[in-house]
């Protein structure tokens, strides 16, 4: 019996070697069909799900011997079931492969029925892989250098039918922010521009909250779709805030079943609030902040600097007198 059984294995072996130049005619001709079950599966990133290798109208098996090939990029295979499965439930059986190659992503089962005159016959599965869904993204599930052999040796015709995952993933994220200004006088405003993105393959609904030294400046909610950013401004009006250096930092709330959560927080630097007037960030206002409004003034007559938002201390896209009488209002201030 063990001398029959080697042979089983040794015909599985040559079958395997010779699959690609059996006539494609005999395999049209045949009934017997070895498939991926289910041929379609969708899942979400961190979900683990089984499929199993299934055959349908098969006569006399008795051994057999499948790869079975996936994307290593979404997927990884974590368990091969031989045990308990249409093939093996109430036979003597040996597994002479049970294996995962999870860097070339391929696995391979070689199980043969010990101790029968006969095979089984009929529709089952064969065996199960489990897996773990790693990333979005798609992966066929391809049978190859597949054998099927009857108690003498003989390979048995079929056809294969691959199968297909999906990993679709909820996956938010805060891409960036820009400030208007990184100094500003304490009442006036600085600009906040927040870019958000939905990584992810479903429509979400957004909440976007913004902080200063985490405290909350403003709460929004949008909606985005699927592989799609949006900036939005928020408008900071400082007066409520004390004076001194403010890291702005924004949050994306966690949507349900996101599992990436890492860049959901983006923490952009820091915006220093002072006195009205200190445009040069030494918490003083003095001459020095005088000649600097001057020199960036936008005219007329226009100063030599150019325009620098940290100059224009009332926002208002101009540096001019106005900026200097709220200089001198306060000259001789500092914190």
């Known amino acids: 019996m063990k001398i029959k059984v080697i042979a089983i294995i040794i015909a599985i072996i040559i079958l395997n070697v010779a699959y690609p130049f059996i006539s494609h005619l005999a395999w049209a001709q045949s009934t017997t069909t070895l498939f991926v079950n289910p041929q379609a599966t969708t899942v979400l990133v961190g979900e683990s799900f089984t499929i199993s290798v299934d055959v349908a109208n098969v006569s006399d098996l008795v051994g057999y011997n499948i790869y079975l090939r996936y994307n290593t990029t979404v997927l990884t295979a974590t368990q091969v079931i031989v045990d308990n499965t249409w093939f093996t439930a109430?036979?003597?059986?040996?597994?002479?492969?049970n294996s995962i190659n999870d860097v070339q992503g391929v696995v391979q089962a070689t199980v043969t029925l010990t101790g029968v005159e006969e095979g089984v016959s009929g529709s089952g599965d064969l065996f199960?892989?489990?897996?773990?869904?790693?990333?979005?993204?798609?992966s066929f599930l391809?049978?190859?250098?597949?054998a099927l052999?009857?108690?003498?040796?003989?390979?048995?015709?079929?056809?294969?039918?691959?199968?297909?995952?999906?990993?679709?993933?909820?996956?938010?994220?805060?891409?960036?922010?820009v400030t208007s200004k990184t100094l500003v006088g304490q009442g006036f405003t600085v600009d906040i521009d927040v870019t958000v993105e939905n990584e992810g393959d479903f429509t979400e609904t957004l909440n976007v909250a913004v902080?200063?030294?985490?405290?909350?400046?403003?709460?929004?909610?949008l909606t985005l779709a699927n592989r799609s950013r949006r900036t939005?401004?928020?408008?900071?009006?400082?007066?409520?805030?004390?004076?001194?250096?403010?890291?702005?930092?924004?949050?994306?709330?966690?949507?349900?079943?996101?599992?990436?959560?890492?860049d959901n927080t983006f923490t952009y630097g820091i915006v220093l609030v002072t006195v009205q007037g200190d445009v040069n960030g030494d918490k003083t206002v003095d001459m020095f902040d005088i000649?600097?409004?001057?020199?960036?003034?936008?005219?007329?007559?226009?100063?030599?600097?150019?325009y620098d938002p940290n100059v224009d201390i009332d926002y208002d896209g101009a540096i001019d007198v106005f900026d200097i009488l709220i200089a001198k209002a306060h000259l001789g201030q500092s914190w």
């Open 142 to 146: 391809d049978l190859y250098n597949d």
């Open 90 to 97: 109430g036979q003597p059986y040996t597994v002479w492969v």
């Open 232 to 262: 939005i401004t928020i408008t900071w009006n400082t007066s409520s805030w004390a004076k001194g250096n403010q890291t702005i930092k924004a949050v994306v709330a966690q949507v349900p079943d996101e599992t990436d959560t890492l």
């Open 291 to 306: 000649l600097k409004i001057k020199y960036d003034r936008s005219g007329p007559p226009a100063g030599p600097g150019g």
């Open 211 to 221: 902080y200063a030294n985490n405290t909350l400046i403003e709460l929004e909610e």
């Open 128 to 138: 199960l892989v489990v897996f773990s869904s790693d990333n979005s993204g798609s």
């Open 149 to 177: 052999v009857d108690p003498t040796f003989v390979s048995i015709p079929h056809s294969t039918s691959d199968g297909a995952v999906q990993v679709k993933a909820h996956d938010v994220a805060v891409k960036g922010i």
